[in-house]
């Protein structure tokens, strides 16, 4: 219904993004009625993406997660290896909210960027492919031991005692150049492609980006916290969009290195 803050999906009651309802809207002499791009594409099991830097949106469903057109395309991709760091596992459950613990989420979105970055040539090693404890001391020793070029750490975030509080960070430590180069190349990106608020560029003492021997960041892709956002970072095509955000930024870092 028109200016009302929710919507019926199959006959069920579903609240709108900010509660912004559908509106009539006037262009070239013609009443339209416009609705969330977003929250129609979410219902239809896609995601929807805004790219500021062309003023466009596009949409890519679970199954394609189509990358726009500008994707940074890989040279020699053969020459470097990416390791990539799923956040907790095993006992190490993370945060948890609504019966949903980061490190599902975490090693989701991380098996589908290595998904990505191996189509594109890259080698890819991983610090846990499934659910178990690995040491923090162990992941980056893993990442040292096979000479990787770049390390990125994914996790989501959370935040006690707000649970409005949403968006994207990227950290790296403090007095690493290489490393707030290659998290400004992945904020970007993660942001562009998922829509999510840019939280910016963080800096943080955190074991996983001080101790290995490589360009170092730790992406948190959302709060779990905020049930909108613990919504779309459990959604396969919204995790699609953050694998190709983290891929692009990624690939643009190491193009910088040919």
Known sequence: PLGSPTALVNGRSVSLPDGIGASIVRRGGVSCTMAPLRFVAEQLGAAAAW????????????????????????????????AIDPGHGGSATGASYQGVAEKEINLAVALLLRQRLEALGYRVIMTRQDDRDVGLYERCAI????????????????????????????????????????????????????????????????????ETAMPAVLVETGFMSSPQELSRLTDPAYQNCLAWGIAEGAVRYLNTLT
């Open 143 to 210: 990442a040292n031991t096979a000479g990787a070029d770049i390390f990125i750490s994914v996790h989501a975030n959370a935040a006690v005692n707000n649970s409005a509080f949403q968006g994207l960070y990227t950290y790296h430590y403090p007095t690493s150049v290489r490393g707030s180069e290659l998290a400004r190349t992945i904020q970007g990106p993660a942001c562009a492609l998922t829509g999510a608020i840019d939280r910016g560029i963080a800096l943080d003492n955190f074991v996983v980006v001080r």
């Open 51 to 82: 790219d500021g830097a062309t003023s466009s949106a596009w949409i890519a469903s679970a199954e394609s997660a189509a990358a726009p057109e500008d994707f940074a395309l890989p040279r020699s991709p053969g020459r470097f290896t990416i």
